[in-house]
């Protein structure tokens, strides 16, 4: 296994510091922690990380650590990794291949760096350490015994794959737990994404036009805080039950063709391919600013952007300005990567404290339970998302009420 792929590891010490905070803020993951140091249910294994490449998830990879687990760690997109939590994990002994702006050829190459550490347990966050696996490192699949996917997009590539009858070991939807999409996709999304564009365009959203596409959970949340910061919200959609939703909460619906012209702030949340793109451009006002917030970078058509630009010029770190032939300026923020992660620190601790409280859970279920596991996308087993949700409970010191004997007997009766 080669060393650690970073850019400077006399960052460390900010990194530590990032990470103190975190923990500090992340009630369940130290119980785990304190559990799994004791129970060591990794000893003997192998674990890869791939998410996004911040302190919340380098506690992750030390509370897997912890567990007897020899880790690696890269990051899941080259925008998100913080070079200096990068340098912490690695003073702390753990293996880390990634730095902050990596090319597409050295993600890759961090990637398959990580994956060289022969892994039992795969963490993924958008699918591409699976995709590895299932092609150019095909060696590695005898020693996988299962994995866990962070996010939408990745379970989608998930499930299309097992739909064919060609994925080659399980894998579980961590995105599709109750603990997980509710609250991070939610809330998480809901907050960061809107911290993200402020502390980038250091521009006031109040009374301004903010259109959000997708009103799926990260696109719910986005709306749900743009309302709250006093802009006028409104939704495009494609699937027109989440449109009723929209219009039930109060914002606008409108094809992105009537949107584009009148937007200042657009968010893209769909997980999919290029919802923003010539025809829009066209007619955004001046000034217009676009952000993403899904998975991928495709979800703003930024060739079609570069081809109709006459000049581009970068306005402040992270945003750039486009100049369409007619005068006007439209700008981009984070590459189009995720704004949330690419242009700011990613969820509040406490809500991927829920998120990371699942993976950490399902990777102990994996490594407990995988001969007994077939080659499926498997959601998080019902104990482990009703457990995380007590521990939630439990860290905000809030009780709630438990149903009486007669009360349950009624729930399960027909009503004699
Ligand atoms: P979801 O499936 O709940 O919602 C997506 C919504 O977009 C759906 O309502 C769908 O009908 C709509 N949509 C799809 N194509 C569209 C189009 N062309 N035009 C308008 N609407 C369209 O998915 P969720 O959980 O909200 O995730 C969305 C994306 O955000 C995924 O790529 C996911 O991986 C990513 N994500 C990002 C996070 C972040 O931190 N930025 C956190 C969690 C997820």
Redesign the pocket.
Known sequence: MRESVIRDIHLANSGRQKIEWVKKNMPLLRYLEEDFKKNQYFKGLRAVVCVHLEAKTAYLAKVLAAGGAEVSVTGSNPLSTQDDVAAALVADGLKVYAWYGATEKEYFEHLNYALDIRPNIVIDD?GDLVHLLHGERQELLPDVFGGCEE????VIRLKARAKEGLLKFPMISV?DAYCK?LF??RY??GQ??WDGVMRTTNLIVSGKNVVI???????KGCAMRAKGLGANVIV????PI?AIEAVMDGFSVMP?NEAAKIGDFFIT????NR?IYDEHYKVMKNGAILAN????DVEICIPELEAMAVEKKEMRKNIMGYKMADGRWIHLLAEGR????AAGD??PAEIMDMSFALQALSAKHIAQNHKNMENKVYEVPDEIDQYVAQLKLQSMGISIDTLTEAQRKYLSSWGE
């Open positions: 958008g996010t939408t997009t990745g995105n999409y991070d996709n998480g999304t960061s994404v596409i997708g009103y799926g959970w990260c696109g495009c959609e494609v699937d989440k992105m949340v769909t997980g999919c919802v917030a899904g998975h991928f995720l704004v949330n992660l990613g969820h």
